[in-house]
């Protein structure tokens, strides 16, 4: 009997041990070795490679964007507030989406430069370009930001003025906009249950769910 309840604590914290490290390699890739860097460039290059008009051109932007999204999908919800993550991976996978249509136009084969790819390693800051939906051009304006993880209150490092709306075609509120924050990768857990707290001048907020956990 002892022996039995031996066997299964080994065998439930190998279990627990596993699935601990399944989320975390599926958390946000911080650290990037150049040959990870470069199998991203690639992942990047190849869905572009196979696009062969404008349409598929589009479609593969779209995907792109869906991968790191979290908050409102704008398909279900035009006008719900999102946010698309702009990590080390989503910048490395854009250029390689850069490097096939440089490519196409020079006719010949366009890699970017280690020292490029090693500043994009050591950027210290996760980028986070946020939609949302108001009543006029100017509803964003003097928008603030922060990342809530339990008690903790996570403020970016800088955000960008907000873009003036747009007319918004769908139903709902007749504009969106979108501005840009900056976290430091340091300062926040990506496999935490996070919030994205956004603040209006008037003093409202609104708040909406963002599975950092899913995103590379």
């Not at 299964?8 to 279990?15: E, G, K, T």
């Not at 051109?57 to 946010?83: F, H, M, S, W, Y």
């Not at 910048?91 to 989406?97: H, N, V």
Request: proline share 5%; aromatic share 6%; glycine share 6%.
């Amino acid at each position: 009997m002892q022996v039995t309840l031996i066997r299964l604590f080994i065998f439930s914290s190998a279990l627990v041990s596993g699935m601990v490290a399944v989320n975390v390699a599926q958390a946000i890739d911080v650290d990037l070795k150049m040959e990870d860097a470069k199998k991203a460039l690639a992942a990047g290059r190849a869905p572009m490679d196979a696009a062969n008009n404008p349409e598929d051109v589009k479609k593969v932007l779209q995907q792109a964007a869906v991968i790191t999204r979290v908050g409102a999908d704008p398909e279900k919800d035009p006008c719900g507030a999102n946010a698309v993550l702009r990590t080390k991976r989503y910048w490395l996978e854009s250029f390689g989406r850069q490097e096939s249509t440089e490519s196409k136009k020079q006719k010949h084969e366009v890699r970017m430069p280690d020292d490029k790819i090693q500043k994009i390693l050591d950027m210290p800051n996760l980028e986070m370009s946020i939609q949302l939906c108001g009543d006029d051009e100017y509803f964003a304006e003097g928008v603030q930001v922060a990342m809530q993880q339990g008690t903790k209150t996570i403020k970016p490092v800088d955000v960008s003025p907000a873009d003036k709306g747009r007319k918004n075609e769908g139903q709902g509120p007749a504009y969106r906009s979108r501005f840009t924050a900056r976290f430091a990768y340091d300062s926040f857990d990506p496999n935490a249950k996070t919030k994205i707290v956004v603040y209006y001048q008037d003093g409202s907020m609104i708040d909406f769910d963002a599975d950092l956990s899913k995103v590379k």
